[in-house]
T-cell receptor
Framework: DSGVTQTPKHLITATGQRVTLRCSPRSGDLSVYWYQQSLDQGLQFLIQ???????AKGNILERFSAQQFPDLHSELNLSSLELGDSALYFC?????????????FGEGSRLTVL | AQKITQTQPGMFVQEKEAVTLDCTYDTSDQSYGLFWYKQPSSGEMIFLIY??????QNATEGRYSLNFQKARKSANLVISASQLGDSAMYFC????????????FGQGTILTVHP
């Protein structure tokens, strides 16, 4: 158990819909990262928050948004869903936003868009 | 920018033998970190081992060790005494000092352990 909690674990929805994925980081970790893993793209970095503020952005679509709340949990919102958005979405956390230290992943939220 | 190359799409090993999974990296950062993760068929990403670029000794965690050769920009994972439960996808990743802690992953290597 990494200590990072993601909900829901599985989600099936239809094209055009909107979903919210939730992440609770490990106790004490200030930095939260979102990654998308699909068969054709591999593991892609989406966005990072550090202590409530957006720190870095990766290949995140405009239809996607995220935020980190004062209690440090984070949510990833995916809207106007397309078939290609079907993927495993990971949240990860670490104490800092720098180079050192381990990055721990949650178990992922598997999204299926039909 | 960082880049990770894992040249072995699949590897096979006999139970109880050692296996080396290759990883080369490319980074312009002076300070960086290297990671290995295991992803079993159930999907979760399990942290295995971490090596900092300024660490002089190779990192070890139980049966896992990271063979860090800075001049060659390689960070191979060595698994000793393989077990059937080691069968999984293995990812090498790096984080650079200018990347705010975000990891760049390789394409992964599927390891199959035979009894």
């Amino acid at each position: 158990d990494s200590g990072v909690t993601q909900t829901p674990k599985h989600l099936i929805t239809a094209t055009g819909q909107r979903v919210t994925l939730r992440c609770s980081p490990r106790s004490g970790d200030l930095s939260v990262y979102w990654y998308q893993q699909s068969l054709d793209q591999g593991l892609q970095f989406l966005i990072q928050y550090y202590n409530g503020e957006e720190r870095a952005k990766g290949n995140i679509l405009e239809r996607f948004s995220a935020q980190q709340f004062p209690d440090l949990h984070s949510e990833l919102n995916l809207s106007s869903l397309e078939l290609g958005d079907s993927a495993l979405y990971f949240c990860a956390s670490r104490l800092s936003g720098g180079v050192t230290g381990e990055l721990f992943f949650g178990e992922g939220s598997r999204l299926t868009v039909l | 920018a960082q880049k990770i190359t894992q040249t072995q799409p699949g590897m096979f090993v006999q139970e109880k033998e050692a296996v080396t999974l290759d990883c080369t990296y490319d980074t312009s950062d002076q300070s960086y970190g290297l990671f290995w993760y295991k992803q079993p068929s159930s999907g979760e990403m399990i942290f295995l081992i971490y090596q900092g670029s300024y660490d002089e000794q190779n990192a070890t965690e139980g049966r896992y060790s990271l063979n860090f050769q800075k001049a060659r920009k390689s960070a191979n994972l060595v698994i000793s005494a393989s077990q059937l439960g080691d069968s999984a996808m293995y990812f090498c990743a790096t984080v650079g000092g200018t990347s705010y802690g975000k990891l760049t992953f390789g394409q992964g290597t599927i390891l199959t352990v035979h009894p």
